[in-house]
């Protein structure tokens, strides 16, 4: 590995202490590396084209950034979690040091996950587009009213669902804000995409499994606004005419593992503080 992007908050005692940490065992063991702000996307676009991997020093919203800036150009990150869940960082403060040898000596995997590309369109053209490594969502504005919006996959009606917001997650964000609304956990490694009421009028109404390869559409219809957001952190006015469509995102995240495949239900039960069946 010829060289390694760290990314921090300056204004956070611990991450800085803790790219202090990464600083002196990389000069130690005179390894290159890059020292960016987590919260200035430009620099991070700007250095990326020369990383061979990005360690975040932060929680899961961090990573949730970068890689929407490092997946275009293939470059895989590594997580450690200054967050509360952590489900997408891999290591734990007082382990930086042994990842990061770890890093150097190429003894990782990488894992791919699917990202959803979620394109605005406004009087048939597209407006704004951008991917997601957890979930898009058409929800209500500012106002307190709940949005009606309907629901085609591939041209074909499904639902029209009076809800707070429609989530579009992928198995990444399964775990995310569609696990808040009642969706189900799905595998990582599965190429789908979950679409989940929040806060449905009709108690009965239920998430829905969409092969990735489809084409989903949201389309509100009452003439109401409503915001489209990306992952969280990405905002954008949806007008009454406008059309959300859905698809498998072009890219794909890349995540630095050090445990072996099949862990991911361990790292959920851990999370998640589920019971242990082993008692452990």
């Not at 099949?262 to 082993?278: C, I």
Request: charge should be negative; proline fraction near 5%.
């Amino acid at each position: 590995m010829n060289k390694i992007g760290i990314l921090y908050y300056p204004a956070r005692a611990d991450s800085s202490a803790l790219a202090e940490r990464a600083e002196r065992y990389l000069t130690s063991h005179s390894a290159s590396y890059w020292l960016g702000a987590a919260d200035d996307d430009g620099a991070l676009i700007g250095a990326a084209p020369g990383l061979d991997a990005v360690v975040t020093l932060g929680g899961d919203g961090t990573i949730v950034r970068c890689v929407r800036v490092l997946a275009p150009l293939g470059v895989p990150l590594l997580g450690v979690n200054l967050g509360k869940l952590g489900f997408l960082t891999e290591v734990e403060p007082p382990d930086l040091e042994a990842a990061l040898g770890r890093l150097l000596a190429g003894d990782y995997r990488v894992e791919e996950r699917m990202l959803v590309r979620a394109e605005l369109l406004h009087e048939g053209r597209v407006v704004f587009n951008s991917e997601a490594i957890n979930d898009a969502v058409l929800g209500r504005g500012a106002t307190t009213r709940t949005v009606h919006i309907a629901v085609e996959v591939d041209g074909n009606e499904v639902m029209t669902q009076t809800a707070d917001a429609m989530i579009v997650a992928t198995p990444t964000g399964s775990t995310a804000y569609n696990l808040s609304a009642g969706g189900p956990i799905v595998a990582p490694e599965l190429a789908c995409m979950v679409l989940t009421p929040v806060a449905p009028h009709i108690s009965v109404a239920h998430a829905i499994v969409i092969p990735a390869e489809r084409r989903l559409s949201l389309k509100l219809v009452k003439a109401q606004n409503a915001n489209l957001t990306i992952d969280g952190q990405v905002d954008v006015a949806v007008n009454p005419s406008d059309e959300v469509i859905c698809t498998i995102g072009r890219n794909r995240g890349r995540f630095i593992h050090f445990c072996a495949e099949g862990d991911y239900y361990g790292t959920v039960l851990r999370r998640l503080r589920w019971p242990n069946p082993a008692g452990s």
